[in-house]
């Protein structure tokens, strides 16, 4: 099993409505790849300091489906038009479980 974590940190310009935009475009996702085993997306709870903003965390079968959902042009659209636009730093890792 593949478990993808990307975390985001947004510009201090980003809204509420624009945050609440990416977790929505986010979440249609498993929907629409089936490729996805389970998605989680979500803000962070606020419990420590220098957290980053917001977090996916997403399970795949093996690594050749997580390419799927990378380089699906949906997934891509979310990235362009929901996340990169208010994106100050990302960080990700893919964990062979």
């Known amino acids: ?3 993808h974590i990307a975390m985001f940190t947004w510009t201090a310009e980003a809204t509420d409505e624009q ?3 990416v977790a929505a475009a986010l979440h249609e996702l498993p929907g629409l790849i089936p490729q996805i085993r389970s998605f989680t997306a979500a803000p962070d709870a606020g419990i420590s300091q220098g957290n980053y903003d ?3 965390v997403a399970d795949f079968d093996n690594a050749d489906d997580f390419l799927v959902y990378r380089d699906d042009p949906r997934h891509q659209a979310v990235i362009a038009e929901r996340i990169r636009p208010i994106l100050a730093s990302r960080a ?3 964990l062979s479980l």
Request: no cysteine; proline share 0%.
């Open 19 to 21: 945050k609440a935009a």
């Open 54 to 56: 917001f977090a996916v």
């Open 92 to 94: 990700a890792a893919q």
């Open 1 to 3: 099993m593949i478990r």
